[in-house]
């Protein structure tokens, strides 16, 4: 049945690109081509790179985590998420993140199937001095890295089939509403003044409760202490993320410009104090200064300062990272491994820094770094609203991401078993599910 469905697809798609200039209607084109500023096209066309590099990125991050018999397989689902993703944005999903809205929670795909009406031609209406079509690229970074950053939380243990099926369904259901919502100018959360400058709720904290939710419904790992396979593979991945956050969080300014500069700024301050503070705090706890802690502490960092990178000043960074870090690191310790096998504490980590970054951005958030953010400052300036709004926003995001994302897994595993055999388990994913080892 896999082979016809697989079939199906790779023929529906080769029909449909092949015939595309009968089946597909371009939207016309202006007489007069929107004059776009080349800085800022060359700075977003380098950030759209930068963000790609850290899925693979990622992919060392955790590959490095796990035991040895299941490095490949880790890091190719990071790698997958490429693949898949990419093609999937293309053909719907931008259009249902980015489309005409619809009750301003999920997009009408029905404009941008296949790019049509994506061009080089035309502007989004956030983005004047850009390509849309250069737009649409780099967001489509920022749905390949969500799934890929949940498949920490139910590593060594996942049918690879099984999380391909996962991960297009929740770009469709979870991750595509989420960055309508956030982001589209007739969004439920843009029009009642929730801030999330590059992600902090749309990728960290839906990916965070995505993975808890794996991590629940799949079960506990047959043993779930093991040796990291390659520490270095974590440092190396620890860089590439760092590096290609910068496109991440500077490349959501949309342009070469100051503020630009700040989200890069407050990214590398808050990176630094989080990867201290963790570090700080493990030997304050009786631990050893492992580079381990440093590099999952500088992720954590980078993490709390998503949704706030272009809103808060650098001393209010410097304690978004190290504040984060010390609430994900007791979080990582206090989180009850016996009961949830979280394997990579994707929810401490991701999940939870999001979360701590949105209510910050919520407390620190200044109209004199961004005068977008108005007269709803944060709450240090003496203003409730804004925090209050990020508090909702949460909310409704951790439920919406958790019980979406576990009915998700519901239907996956009805349709095709979600984890492996205890044999193929025991074997190692390496080998039963891709047939190559280290």
Request: glycine residues 10%; positive net charge; proline residues 4%.
């Amino acid at each position: 049945m896999r082979k016809i469905i697989l079939s199906v697809i790779l023929i529906t798609i080769l029909v449909l690109t092949f015939l595309s200039n009968f089946i597909l209607t371009d939207n016309p084109i202006p007489a007069e081509a929107v004059k776009f500023d080349t800085g800022d096209t060359a700075w977003m066309i380098v950030a759209t790179a930068f963000v790609l590099l850290m899925t693979p990125g990622l992919g060392f991050f955790y590959g490095g985590m796990v035991g040895k018999k299941n490095v490949i397989s880790t890091m190719l689902q990071s790698f997958m998420a490429m693949v898949i993703v990419t093609i999937l944005w293309v053909v719907i999903a931008f259009g249902l993140a980015f489309g005409p809205t619809i009750g301003g929670i999920i997009g009408n795909p029905t404009s941008n199937l296949f790019f049509q009406g994506v061009g080089t031609n035309t502007a989004w209406s956030l983005a004047p001095t850009i390509p849309f079509m250069l737009f649409a690229l780099f967001q489509a970074k920022f749905a390949i890295i969500t799934p890929a950053l949940i498949t920490g939380a139910f590593a060594e243990r996942v049918r690879f089939w099984a999380y391909l099926l996962f991960m297009v369904l929740f770009i469709l259901v979870i991750y595509a509403p989420l960055a309508h919502m956030t982001w589209h100018p007739e969004g439920i959360f843009f029009k009642m003044g929730v801030l999330d400058f590059a992600g902090g709720t749309v990728v960290h904290m839906s990916a965070g409760w995505a993975a808890l939710a794996g991590a629940i419904f799949l079960g506990k790992r047959k043993v779930q202490k093991v040796n990291p396979a390659r520490i270095t593979y974590v440092l190396l991945g620890t860089a590439l993320l760092w590096f290609g956050w910068f496109g991440f969080n500077a490349g959501s300014a949309l342009g070469a410009n100051g503020l630009a500069v700040q989200a890069l700024g407050t990214t590398t301050v808050a990176a630094a104090a989080a990867a201290m503070a963790w570090v700080f705090l493990d030997k304050i706890l009786g631990h050893k200064l492992s580079a381990l802690g440093a590099c999952i502490g500088a992720v954590v960092g980078l993490v709390a300062i998503t949704p706030a990178a272009g809103f808060v000043s650098i001393p209010h960074a410097i304690f978004i990272g190290a504040f984060a870090a010390i609430v994900s690191n007791l979080v990582v310790s206090k989180f009850p491994k016996g009961k949830i096998d979280d394997a990579l504490d994707v929810f401490a980590c991701h999940g939870v820094g999001g979360m701590v970054g949105m209510l910050l951005t919520g407390v620190f958030a200044s109209k004199a770094i961004n005068p977008g953010v108005g007269d709803n400052q944060g709450l240090i300036f003496g203003t409730s609203t804004l925090f209050t709004n990020q508090l909702i926003a949460m909310i409704v995001v951790s439920i919406f991401a958790f019980v979406g994302s576990y009915i998700l897994f519901f239907i996956v595993n009805k349709i095709t078993p979600l984890r492996v055999t205890e044999e193929k388990e025991e074997l190692g994913l390496d080998i039963s599910q891709h047939g190559e080892f280290l």
